[in-house]
């Protein structure tokens, strides 16, 4: 080989990393070239995570990779990503790639399209409580609510228990899951399963009904109890009353605190549960006349809503008031993390963001995003366990599971088909429960 030819080549591959080195730099810090355009443009990301993992990423319909992934080098552009896992239902959305910014998903939760379900050996009910434990349930009909039917899984025992022949309204277990508390209009049982005993609860007043009892959170034999207008605190063991307030329209227990609405005007006050350290937290009474029912909801954050009559507040603490959110309402929900709040209405889901969230999607404090809206009533809806990204809620055919990331669609997933379902969530076991044409099933969730 020649001197020149050789002195050739050398220039050669001298121009060659001239050129080439600053595309790999260019490359390496996330720049591309648009062909199209023919000018050089800054590239974005993707992260993808989803439960389960391994799950396929597809990009405009191309695999890409396997769940959890980061996916550079893309081009500013909208993309169609799905996620795609065999036994499950796929996860499709349209995102947006920006330069220098890196698109993420990280609560994508893919829903099996044939869950595994149990069939529970109770009688025939469209109704049930299950206890904290998980070990008992009660069940009922709801054309046959004189009959409450008793089973215990431990010891494979059932047992019945007769009340009045009236819709049940309200059903709590004792935090030892050893008696329950049955209201059915006025009139309220207690039922102790060690004994196996059914009492009806009187009225202190033959004139004042019982509206509502709560148990004490310490206590298996203590309750309150909302007597006409009078809130008491009982020990039922010893038969001990004890006052706590007046003029009480509607109370709650929680985080060892009492909350209660004092009429007139509704204003809300929190005490300890011996009804010392009374606190007036709202300043402004409720612009409401002759509320009928009222639900006050609290976070685990100490945060307070409150549905009167279908209409929605949500407490303001630093104003000390209730603001008006919405109308049509029936229930709401905090999230497990506190940091958002499910309201439902006849066929509607809305959350509301508590909290600023920064991670993606980012929502602003008090930002409100429709969820579900439907043809058809909704008939209970819950925050799914796994996170507090996603729920499950009841139609009259089906129980469904929604996401609540509303940028392009909401993934949305028929996960179980049944008629009428009656559900509740159990932290322990893990596992739904719902009822299908009188029949009780359990359901894996996580």
Not at 50 to 66: F, R, Y
Not at 91 to 103: F, G, M
Not at 165 to 182: G, R, V
Request: hydrophobic share 35%; proline share 4%; charged share 20%.
């Amino acid at each position: 080989m020649s001197h020149i030819i050789r002195r050739l080549i050398f220039y050669g591959f001298c121009l060659l990393f001239v050129i080439i080195t600053p595309c790999i730099l260019l490359y390496a810090q996330g720049y591309g070239f648009d062909w199209q355009k023919k000018t050089v443009i800054q590239t974005g990301a993707l992260y993808i995570k989803s439960q389960p993992k391994n799950a396929t990423v597809l990009i405009d319909g191309k695999i890409i990779e396997k769940t959890p992934c980061l996916i550079k080098h893309l081009k500013p552009n909208q993309y169609t990503i799905t996620v795609k896992l065999n036994g499950y239902h796929s996860w499709q959305k349209t995102l947006k790639i920006d330069s220098n910014l890196v698109t993420e998903a990280r609560e994508i939760l893919l829903t099996p399209q044939s869950p595994i379900l149990e069939l529970l050996p109770i009688l025939p009910s469209n109704r049930f409580k299950l206890s904290d434990n998980s070990q008992q349930i009660i069940s009922w009909q709801k054309n046959q609510p004189d009959t409450i039917d008793y089973f215990d899984f431990n010891q494979y025992q059932q047992k019945q228990f007769k009340t009045a022949n009236a819709t049940i309204d309200q059903f709590n277990w004792s935090p030892d899951d050893k008696k329950i508390l049955i209201q059915q209009k006025d009139t309220w049982f207690l039922i102790d399963l060690t004994n196996q005993k059914t009492t009806q609860l009187t009225s202190q007043n033959p004139n004042q009904s019982i509206n509502k009892i709560i148990w004490h959170p310490s206590g298996n034999n203590k309750i309150f109890f909302l007597q006409g207008t009078t809130l008491f605190q009982q020990d039922l063991s010893s038969n001990t009353l004890v006052k706590i307030s007046d003029n009480i329209f509607d109370f709650t227990i929680a985080n060892n605190s009492l909350f209660y609405l004092k009429e007139p005007g509704y204003f809300l006050y929190s005490t300890n549960l011996t009804g010392e350290n009374i606190k007036q937290l709202t300043i402004r009474p409720i612009l409401q006349n002759n509320i009928k029912k009222t639900n006050l909801v609290i976070g685990p954050n100490g945060q307070i809503a409150l549905v009167a009559d279908n209409l929605f507040y949500l407490y303001k603490r630093d104003d000390r008031i209730f603001e008006i959110i919405q109308n049509d309402i029936h229930d709401a929900f905090f999230s497990p993390d506190g940091k958002k709040l499910l309201i439902m209405g006849s066929n509607e889901i809305w959350v509301i963001y508590l909290d600023k969230q920064t991670s993606q999607p980012q929502k602003e404090i008090g930002q409100k995003d429709l969820i579900v809206r439907l043809g058809q009533p909704i008939l209970q809806v819950i925050w799914h366990p796994a996170d507090s990204s996603h729920i499950i809620f009841t139609t009259q055919d089906a129980i469904k599971i929604a996401e609540i990331d509303n940028r392009d669609n909401i993934n949305l997933s028929d996960f179980i088909n049944a008629q009428n379902p009656w559900i509740q969530y159990i932290a322990k076991t893990k596992k739904l429960y719902f009822t299908d044409q009188q029949k009780l099933f359990n359901v894996k969730l996580n």
